[in-house]
Nanobody
Framework: HVQLVESGGGSVQTGGSLRLSCAAS????????WAWFRQEPGKEAEGVAS???????SYVNAVKGRFTISEDNAKASLYLQMNDLKVEDTGVYYC???????????????????WGQGTQVTVS
């Protein structure tokens, strides 16, 4: 059973930056598809960014050019650099890992097997 632990959330002003980290409990997530999802109160979770085992990345349109997803397989870790943050970026951010190396819909939560507990990001 893979455990994912997020960190790096917090409160920031509009235009600021945050870097989220996600550490996996074991290296089996290397060579797999990873993603960040976020959920705002009263709304469904949405895929924000993903990275597949071949390095391909996907982003929801709202964050393109502002967010960058990256991974460090040696550390079994995933990151999300968030710049130029906006109020609408507020939410709980979840790290997710799939058993598959790639997904047809990498921003669809249905493809992911393991989830972290989430970290709050508040932009005001």
């Amino acid at each position: 059973h893979v455990q994912l632990v997020e960190s790096g959330g917090g409160s920031v002003q509009t235009g600021g930056s945050l870097r989220l980290s996600c550490a996996a409990s074991e290296s089996t997530t290397s060579g797999n598809c990873w993603a960040w999802f976020r959920q705002e109160p009263g709304k469904e979770a949405e895929g924000v960014a993903s990275i597949e085992s071949d390095g391909r990345t996907s982003y929801v349109n709202a964050v393109k050019g502002r967010f960058t997803i990256s991974e460090d397989n040696a550390k079994a870790s995933l990151y999300l650099q968030m710049n130029d943050l906006k109020v609408e970026d507020t939410g709980v951010y979840y790290c997710a890992a799939a058993a598959a190396a790639g997904l047809d819909y990498p921003l669809d939560f249905a493809g992911y097997n393991w989830w972290g507990q989430g970290t709050q990001v508040t932009v005001s």
